[in-house]
């Protein structure tokens, strides 16, 4: 599985926008980006995933660069709530017989500051 | 949104004795799920593949015999973590694939906190 880098941690303050970066200089070009956030003692809850074009939804938006080594998972403001650990993993499109693991890393561990 | 739920929450139970974990998709079919044991400070690792109607798939290093994963219907995996010792505390989490699609969006359920004395 192709493998992904992001920072340890990153701050914020609330009601300001954060911007989470991952970048992955190996991924393949059926491999889809997610993105999945986990709060403490909770399990890991699923924000937004894409291919190649961009995407938005009611939790962020992925913004995928062009050559898509690289992504950005985009919070338009954060608030407290989104305290979390936030993980950027590839996984291939699925085919027949194929599991479709999800490899978690290390994730960013994001803090908001009031 | 699809939902996966897991019982229980959380367990304390002696060792020796064996546990048993539920995870149910509670409003869609799943031919596939997933289970993954996270320790403090740690990330999520994936233990098993969980397939309806056929036999799990364990990741390297994990004991199938003891780690025992039943996937009986659409909706429904089990895990059993059979005759539990203090190093098999941990949180324990299920995930669910949505049927018929390609891009591997899983749910994932609360988690189990699993505690052996």
């Known amino acids: 599985d192709a493998k992904t880098t992001q920072p340890n941690s990153m701050e914020s303050n609330e009601e300001e926008p954060v911007h989470l970066p991952c970048n992955h200089s190996?991924?393949?070009?059926?491999?889809?980006i997610h993105w999945y956030r986990q709060l403490p003692s909770q399990g890991p809850e699923y924000v937004i995933h894409?291919?190649?074009s961009n995407v938005n939804n009611r939790m962020a938006s992925l913004a995928i660069a062009e050559d898509r080594k690289s992504s950005t998972l985009i919070l338009h403001r954060a608030t407290l709530r989104d305290a979390a650990v936030y993980y950027c993993?590839?996984?291939?499109?699925?085919?027949?017989?194929?599991?479709?693991?999800?490899?978690f890393g290390k994730g960013t561990k994001l803090s908001v500051k009031p | 949104g699809a939902v996966v739920s897991q019982h229980p929450s959380w367990v304390i139970c002696k060792s020796g004795t064996s546990v048993k974990i539920e995870c149910r998709s509670l409003?869609?079919?799943?031919?596939?799920m997933f289970w993954y044991r996270q320790f403090p400070k740690q990330s999520l690792m994936l233990m098993a593949t969980?397939?309806?109607?056929?036999?799990?798939?364990?990741e390297q290093g994990v004991e199938k015999d003891k780690f025992l994963i039943n996937h009986a219907s659409l909706t429904l995996s089990t895990l059993t973590v059979t005759s539990a010792h203090p190093e098999d505390s941990s949180f324990y989490i299920c995930?669910?694939?949505?049927?018929?699609?390609?891009?591997?969006?899983?749910?994932f359920g609360p988690g189990t906190r699993l505690t052996v004395l």
């Open positions: 995930s669910a694939r949505l049927l018929d699609r390609d891009d591997n969006e899983q749910f």
């Open positions: 190996t991924i393949s070009g059926t491999d889809y």
């Open positions: 969980s397939n309806e109607g056929s036999k799990a798939t364990y």
């Open positions: 894409g291919l190649t």
């Open positions: 409003d869609f079919q799943a031919t596939t």
């Open positions: 993993i590839l996984s291939p499109r699925i085919y027949g017989g194929s599991q479709g693991n999800l490899i």
